[in-house]
Nanobody, 125 residues
Framework: QVQLVESGGGLVQAGGSLRLSCAAS????????MAWFRQAPGKERGFVAG?????????YYADSVRGRFTISRDNAKNTMYLLIDSLKPEDTAVYYC?????????????????WGQGTQVTVSS
């Protein structure tokens, strides 16, 4: 089993930056890929960014966030990060991290084996 705990969310003014963290524990050696998703009120949860956990550090981004979001990881700390720049009100959502033990369609929610509880990001205009 792998446990995921997100942190770093909060209330931020538009134009600001925020760094989210996802700490993994348990059988982290089994993780193949990790990702960030977000869910705005009344909308479905959607893929934001993903990163290979082992065997390289290839990153993937949703087209809507490319250029403003940066995903990274620190394997020594078993932690994944999401840096969000130039925050917009439409970035307001609960941000979730997810992990999979195998190759997965990055935007396929039920392909992931583990999920965190989420961290709220609210961007004021």
């Amino acid at each position: 089993q792998v446990q995921l705990v997100e942190s770093g969310g909060g209330l931020v003014q538009a134009g600001g930056s925020l760094r989210l963290s996802c700490a993994a524990s348990g059988r982290t050696f089994s993780i193949y890929v990790m990702a960030w998703f977000r869910q705005a009120p009344g909308k479905e949860r959607g893929f934001v960014a993903g990163i290979r956990w082992s065997g390289g550090s290839t990153t993937y981004y949703a087209d809507s966030v490319r250029g403003r979001f940066t995903i990274s990881r620190d394997n020594a700390k078993n932690t994944m990060y999401l840096l969000i720049d130039s925050l917009k009100p439409e970035d307001t959502a609960v941000y979730y991290c997810a992990a999979a033990n195998h190759v997965v369609g990055l935007n396929v929610l039920n392909g992931y084996d583990y999920w965190g509880q989420g961290t709220q990001v609210t961007v004021s205009s």
